[in-house]
C-alpha cells in the first residue's frame, strides 16, 4: 500500500541532524514560522521552506506537490484498481513496473525513476500487444524547472520522471 509521510508531498526533510527523526511544522508559505503559527517552532523549520512550501508549490505545475495531488486523483479514478493483485515485473535498473490484475481489467503500471526516456521492456508479446491498444492514463514527474510535456505518449515509452498507468485490453 503506497503511503506519504508528513511532508512527503512537499519534500520536506528534518530540521537538522539533531532533529533527524523529527518532523518539523508544516510549511504552508513563505512566512515568518513557515505559515504554521506566530510561535517558534519547538524542532525548527524544515531547510527551504522558503520555497518548499504549500502555497509556493501550488502555483507550480511541476511541483512534487502537484505530482502527489494528480496521483492520487489518477488512483481514485481507478476504484477497481486497489482491489487488484499485485504483480512485481522484473525491468530496468531505473524502471519500476508492475501489474494489477483485477477481476474486470489489467493494468500495467511503469515508473520511471531517471531522467531519460525509457522503453518498457517486459517478456512475452502478449504485453507488448496489451500496451499497442491501451487505454492510457499518465501523471509526469519533472525536475524543478523542466517542461512537463517532456512525458511519452508513445506505447511501451516512459517519458522521464513519468509515471504511466495503461489499461491493458
Do not use: C
Not at 512475452?124 to 514527474?141: H, I, M, P, Y
Amino acid at each position: 500500500t503506497p503511503f506519504i509521510y508528513y511532508g512527503d508531498e512537499l519534500g520536506t526533510e528534518a530540521p537538522s541532524a539533531t532533529h533527524a527523526g523529527y518532523r518539523s511544522v508544516m510549511s504552508w508559505k513563505n512566512a515568518p514560522n513557515a505559515g504554521f503559527s506566530p510561535r517558534s517552532a519547538a524542532n525548527g523549520l524544515a531547510p527551504g521552506y522558503q520555497t518548499k512550501n504549500v502555497a509556493d508549490e501550488l502555483q507550480d505545475p511541476s511541483s512534487i506537490l502537484n505530482a502527489y495531488r494528480e496521483t492520487i486523483a489518477l488512483r481514485r479514478s481507478l476504484p477497481e484498481y486497489g482491489l487488484g493483485t499485485f504483480v512485481y515485473i522484473p525491468s530496468e535498473k531505473e524502471l519500476l513496473v508492475f501489474a494489477v490484475r483485477t477481476p474486470h481489467r489489467r493494468y500495467l503500471v511503469a515508473v520511471n525513476l531517471s531522467a531519460k526516456k525509457q522503453t518498457i521492456r517486459i517478456d512475452g508479446n502478449a504485453w507488448k500487444k496489451g500496451l499497442d491498444s491501451a487505454e492510457e492514463r499518465q501523471v509526469t514527474f519533472t525536475e524543478p524547472g523542466k517542461d512537463a510535456a517532456q512525458g511519452s505518449s508513445e506505447p511501451g515509452m516512459v517519458g522521464p520522471w513519468e509515471l504511466k498507468v495503461s489499461e491493458i485490453n
